[in-house]
């Protein structure tokens, strides 16, 4: 039912000015909207944070199921939307998948929700 | 350094360490998931951007219709989600419902996603 489009890092990177610097181009909100989206649910939330919290800022699957009580099934559905929205990257080892925290999109979505230039934009409409 | 503005989310300002912190509660997850679920669509994104790049962060529904193109009931229903999650209030006066920007609530999004974090943790796992 998911429709996960490859979203390469780049895309991110790109993507988008502060919300406060003007009002968002439609297809900046769609790109963001989607990364949003992806941390709309609190096992995903969660599975972000355990794989930030590692060395290397990497984690295998393995070691994500017990924290989170889900089976690897269910952990690996969550995972792929991680991935599709480009805030980790998957790579196979032999018999297991390791994510990597993409910090370019965590920077992206950090950057564009500054509101740091919420106070420009009212100090300077005068 | 700090604003002087009111905190009017308490939630919002108590909530969050940064996602490579360690592993986060279920609680803050959830806050956390609800507010990025608010921002997982396109319309409201823009909406946000348009109330964030107006003086003093605050915007009349009346002049967020046309920009989205969409009636009045549906941006109202989008707006909705956006207070529910701490993101924008909403006063009524007179006839029409001005939203304004909470900027706690963006602020502890974008430190939540503060990829910095990363770097100590990577730094200090030695």
Redesign the interface.
């Known amino acids: 039912m998911t429709t996960s489009l490859p979203l390469l890092t780049t895309d991110a990177a790109r993507c988008c000015a502060?919300?406060?610097?003007?009002?968002?181009k439609?297809d900046d909100?769609?790109r963001?909207?989607?990364m949003?989206?992806?941390?709309?649910?609190?096992?995903?939330?969660?599975l972000?944070?355990?794989i930030?919290?590692?060395?290397?800022?990497e984690a295998c699957v393995c070691d994500l199921t017990e924290?989170v009580g889900l089976s690897q099934p269910t952990v690996s559905h969550h995972m792929k939307q991680l991935v599709g929205a480009g805030l980790v990257t998957r790579e196979q080892r032999g018999k297991w998948a390791y994510y990597a925290?993409v910090?370019?999109t965590?920077?992206t979505?950090?950057?564009v929700?500054?509101?740091q230039?919420?106070?420009t934009?009212?100090g300077s409409?005068r």
């Open positions: 502060p919300v406060a610097a003007g009002v968002m439609a909100a769609k963001l909207a989607r949003f989206k992806a941390l709309g649910d609190p096992t995903r939330v969660r972000l944070s355990m930030a919290a590692q060395s290397g800022a924290p925290i910090p370019e965590l920077a979505l950090s950057n929700l500054d509101p230039s919420l106070r934009g009212v409409s």
